[in-house]
């Protein structure tokens, strides 16, 4: 019963039913659905729906796929035997769209409940449908399998959207009418403003606010004086495209442009850290970015772990973990808000990592300058997509981030780009070469 929120005048309906009468109530999405949250009429191909944070958009993506997998009216007229989930990574299927609390275990009574399959990734319902899971990470894994629908959740943040997407489109056959649904908040990457004008596409709109009934006011509260009227709250919140600044250092246009599919053999490997002044939910986040460079001089941003909310303990064993799996030669940090306690909260996570501390002394923004000059150069290249980095590149100008917030991972990537390609190591390591 995890999915279902009551609503007032509930306990009148329910009156002098029976307990099938009840389950069926409760679990019959049409009559608890806003409009933009059931599928349109129409002969479409993918239904789009973008919405803010919270907006419902995980809750309208799980109950289509159940109607597909049952044969529930008005999803499908009989079951879809095949079906692919997609996530930015497979623990984001795991966790979000398959056990979620709006996810697909929550939203089935007893008796249609699928099982999930941990080894096999996938979920099996009693009626022999079976939705695979996938990831945008792993593009080449949707090669081969063949489906009668799928689910794409959050395809603007995917690592390799047009990839992923594009091996996708080829496995959809089965069937007399493949469709999928596809959830995200909004970015402008390509691949979304390709779908959206589409004409096979149909799109649903809601905002935050839409889904206000099943949202605590504390939380619609705080986002909305801290991202109302922003740039940021105007996608994470309403849901909208937002285009480049045109005063921003980076332009989508040119990082799509410098996107590559992988790195070649690499000289250096750094991991940047931008730690926050002060931890806690409410904190900045911690900046933590992957740079290598090449033996032609060439970089590549190979990893975005940056998070929020971490304890100085967490972020500094999330910045170790990411050096380790990425054999990097060291960990470039700003010891600006902590000073030698950033050496010392690395050391304890792993003794043996190389650091070297770095020190703010000029504005973010000509920090950031020739780094940018180094995109516009051609310098510079991305292993696959970043959307949050992305964002803050594409938003930072000279009065910073349009949100007023730090830009954490544009400075990590800032520090770590610095260290490998423009400070005086640099210069001698290319030398050598």
């Given at each position: 019963?995890?999915?279902?929120?009551?609503?007032?005048?509930?306990?009148?309906?329910?009156?002098?039913?029976?307990?099938?009468?009840?389950?069926d109530?409760?679990f019959?999405?049409?009559?608890w659905?806003?409009?933009?949250?059931?599928?349109?009429?129409g002969?479409?191909?993918t239904?789009?729906?973008?919405?803010?944070?919270?907006?419902?958009?995980t809750?309208?993506?799980?109950?289509?796929?159940?109607?597909?997998?049952?044969?529930?009216?008005?999803?499908?007229?009989?079951?879809?035997?095949?079906?692919?989930?997609?996530?930015?990574?497979?623990?984001?299927?795991?966790?979000v769209?398959?056990?979620g609390?709006?996810?697909?275990?929550?939203?089935h009574?007893?008796g249609?409940?699928?099982?999930?399959s941990?080894?096999?990734?996938?979920?099996e319902?009693?009626?022999?449908?079976?939705?695979?899971?996938?990831?945008?990470?792993?593009?080449?894994?949707l090669?081969?399998?063949?489906?009668?629908a799928?689910?794409?959740?959050?395809?603007a943040?995917?690592?390799?959207?047009?990839?992923?997407?594009?091996?996708?489109?080829?496995?959809?056959?089965?069937?007399?009418r493949?469709r999928?649904?596809?959830?995200?908040?909004?970015?402008?990457i390509?691949?979304?403003?390709?779908?959206?004008?589409?004409?096979?596409?149909?799109i649903?709109?809601?905002?935050?606010?839409?889904?206000?009934?099943?949202?605590a006011?504390?939380?619609?509260?705080?986002?909305?004086?801290?991202?109302?009227?922003?740039?940021?709250?105007?996608?994470e919140?309403?849901g909208e495209?937002?285009?480049?600044?045109?005063?921003a250092?980076w332009?989508?246009?040119?990082l799509e442009?410098l996107r590559?599919?992988?790195?070649?053999?690499?000289?250096?490997?750094v991991?940047g850290?931008?730690p926050?002044?002060?931890?806690?939910?409410?904190?900045?986040?911690?900046?933590?970015?992957?740079?290598?460079?090449?033996?032609?001089?060439?970089?590549?941003?190979?990893?975005d772990?940056s998070m929020?909310?971490?304890?100085?303990?967490?972020?500094?064993r999330r910045?170790?973990?990411?050096?380790?799996?990425?054999?990097a030669?060291r960990?470039?940090?700003?010891?600006?808000?902590?000073?030698?306690?950033?050496?010392?909260?690395?050391r304890q996570?792993d003794?043996?990592?190389?650091?070297?501390?770095?020190?703010?002394?000029?504005?973010?923004?000509l920090?950031a300058?020739?780094?940018?000059?180094?995109?516009?150069?051609?310098?510079?290249r991305?292993v696959?997509?970043?959307?949050?980095?992305?964002?803050?590149m594409c938003?930072?100008?000279?009065?910073?981030l349009?949100?007023?917030?730090?830009?954490?991972?544009?400075?990590?990537?800032?520090?770590?780009?610095?260290?490998?390609m423009?400070g005086?190591e640099?210069?001698?390591?290319l030398?050598?070469?």
């Open positions: 019963m995890r999915a279902f929120v009551a609503r007032p005048g509930w306990q009148e309906l329910l009156a002098g039913k029976t307990d099938g009468e009840i389950e109530w409760l019959r999405w049409s009559l659905a806003r409009s933009d949250q059931l599928p349109p009429d002969d479409w191909t239904w789009m729906l973008l919405g803010g944070r919270g907006a419902g958009k809750r309208a993506g799980a109950e289509w796929i159940r109607g597909m997998a049952l044969g529930l009216p008005p999803f499908s007229a009989a079951p879809v035997g095949r079906i692919a989930l997609v996530g930015e990574t497979l623990g984001d299927v795991r966790e769209m398959v056990d609390i709006s996810g697909l275990l929550a939203i009574p007893p249609e409940r699928p099982q999930w941990t080894s096999r990734r996938r979920l319902w009693p009626n022999g449908s079976i939705a695979q899971a996938f990831s945008s990470e792993d593009p080449e894994s090669r081969g399998p063949q489906f009668g799928a689910w794409c959740d959050e395809l943040k995917w690592r390799y959207a047009e990839e992923t997407w594009d091996m996708l489109q080829f496995g959809l056959r089965l069937g007399d493949p999928q649904v596809v959830t995200s908040t909004p970015r402008p390509p691949l979304l403003k390709r779908l959206i004008e589409d004409p096979a596409t149909v649903s709109r809601a905002g935050t606010d839409a889904n206000r009934e099943h949202l006011a504390a939380f619609l509260t705080a986002v909305t004086e801290r991202y109302g009227g922003t740039r940021l709250g105007r996608q919140l309403a495209i937002i285009n480049d600044r045109p005063d250092l332009q989508r246009d040119r442009a590559v599919k992988s790195a070649p053999d690499l000289v250096r490997v991991v850290v931008d926050p002044a002060t931890s806690g939910e409410r904190a900045d986040a911690c900046g933590i970015v992957a740079v290598g460079i090449a033996a032609d001089g060439t970089g590549y941003v190979l990893a772990a929020q909310g971490l304890s100085p303990a967490g972020w500094a910045a170790v973990d990411l050096c380790h799996r990425l054999d030669d960990i470039v940090a700003e010891v600006n808000q902590g000073g030698d306690m950033v050496e010392a909260l690395i996570a003794e043996s990592v190389s650091v070297t501390k770095v020190r703010a002394t000029r504005g973010k923004w920090r300058e020739p780094v940018a000059a180094l995109y516009e150069q051609g310098r510079m991305h696959g997509a970043f959307p949050a980095l992305e964002d803050e938003d930072f100008s000279l009065g910073g349009s949100s007023g917030r730090s830009p954490d991972r544009l400075d990590a990537l800032v520090w770590a780009t610095t260290s490998l423009l005086r640099a210069e001698v390591r030398r050598r070469l």
